[in-house]
């Protein structure tokens, strides 16, 4: 099955036009699509199925609850599929039973253990002012997105834990967020801000057969090793911002096959 992944193309103030791989059979947007939610009106009337995980900035200057809602009926009208903690199952041309699961996966700052998670919050705050997003009435600062981020895990753990049983023949799983320090970006390096991109899912990682995500603005294609089974893939491919130089090289029609 051949997956066309787009993020991070920061629609809001960047020039894009999506155009679709003929070959793929399905198409996810990882998130940071636009923060205005207009330009997904783009990718209505794709030739294949649009699942959508969202990014931070979608929910951007919003009450992120009535965000959720807003954009899971906007992509219902276009006749996307956004999972948030929700599980997808599809199949392939080829027969292939996939198991998809989706979720923005916020950021729980212990990227680099709960010693240092303290210093990560502080430097999340940044982050945080920019977005400028609440939750009934309150602001949505570090530690609600550290709330909202376990339970994301929490979630995924507890999905990834579950037997095929024959009822699907690989698992999909689709973040915003970075899985692993793996998926930091090298111009940053290990630094309190980077768990803000990143979490430390290593160990759910090799659960999946696929996983894909975005949020870092540099693209990432790597391999973890599962013991007498075919490595994991994980795979970030975003545009970024063409001010900082990020999208020399980008391949808007690269797919990735599980």
Same mark, same amino acid.
């Given at each position: 099955m051949k997956l066309q992944l787009l993020s991070d193309l920061h629609l809001e103030t960047e020039r894009f036009d999506p155009e679709p791989v003929p070959e793929a059979e399905l198409l996810v947007l990882a998130g940071d699509?636009?923060?205005?939610?207009?330009?997904?009106?783009?990718?209505?009337?794709?030739?294949?199925?649009?699942?959508?995980?969202?990014?931070?900035?979608?929910?951007? %200057? *919003?009450?992120? +609850? !009535?965000?959720?809602?807003?954009?899971? /009926?906007?992509?219902? @009208?276009?006749?996307?599929?956004?999972?948030?903690r929700e599980v997808l199952h599809l199949t392939a041309a080829s027969g292939l039973r996939v198991r998809v699961l989706g979720t923005t996966r916020w950021s729980d700052f212990d990227l680099f253990g709960p010693v240092r998670r303290p210093r990560a919050?502080?430097?999340?705050?940044?982050?945080?002012?920019?977005?400028?997003?609440?939750?009934? %009435? *309150?602001?949505? +600062? !570090?530690?609600?997105?550290?709330?909202? /981020?376990?339970?994301? @895990?929490?979630?995924?753990?507890?999905?990834?834990?579950?037997?095929?049983?024959?009822?699907?023949?690989?698992?999909?799983?689709?973040?915003?967020?970075?899985?692993?320090?793996?998926?930091?970006?090298?111009?940053?390096?290990?630094?309190?801000?980077?768990?803000?991109?990143?979490?430390?899912?290593?160990?759910?990682?090799?659960?999946?057969?696929?996983?894909?995500?975005?949020?870092v603005h540099c693209r990432h294609d790597y391999l973890c090793p599962r013991p007498a089974r075919p490595p994991t893939r994980v795979v970030c491919n975003p545009l970024g911002l063409a001010v900082k130089g990020e999208q020399d090289g980008y391949d808007p029609l690269r797919t990735v096959e599980l």
């Amino acid at each position: 099955m051949k997956l066309q992944l787009l993020s991070d193309l920061h629609l809001e103030t960047e020039r894009f036009d999506p155009e679709p791989v003929p070959e793929a059979e399905l198409l996810v947007l990882a998130g940071d699509i636009d923060s205005t939610w207009e330009a997904y009106e783009r990718f209505a009337g794709w030739p294949v199925p649009v699942v959508v995980v969202a990014g931070n900035h979608e929910y951007d %200057g *919003r009450d992120v +609850d !009535a965000a959720q809602a807003g954009l899971r /009926a906007m992509c219902a @009208r276009l006749g996307f599929t956004l999972l948030e903690r929700e599980v997808l199952h599809l199949t392939a041309a080829s027969g292939l039973r996939v198991r998809v699961l989706g979720t923005t996966r916020w950021s729980d700052f212990d990227l680099f253990g709960p010693v240092r998670r303290p210093r990560a919050l502080r430097a999340a705050e940044y982050f945080m002012r920019v977005m400028d997003s609440q939750r009934q %009435g *309150r602001p949505f +600062d !570090a530690l609600a997105v550290r709330e909202e /981020a376990l339970a994301c @895990r929490d979630w995924l753990e507890q999905a990834l834990s579950q037997a095929a049983q024959g009822r699907w023949d690989k698992t999909l799983v689709i973040t915003h967020f970075g899985p692993s320090v793996r998926s930091a970006d090298p111009r940053y390096g290990a630094q309190p801000g980077t768990a803000s991109f990143c979490n430390a899912d290593d160990d759910l990682i090799t659960r999946a057969d696929l996983w894909l995500h975005g949020h870092v603005h540099c693209r990432h294609d790597y391999l973890c090793p599962r013991p007498a089974r075919p490595p994991t893939r994980v795979v970030c491919n975003p545009l970024g911002l063409a001010v900082k130089g990020e999208q020399d090289g980008y391949d808007p029609l690269r797919t990735v096959e599980l």
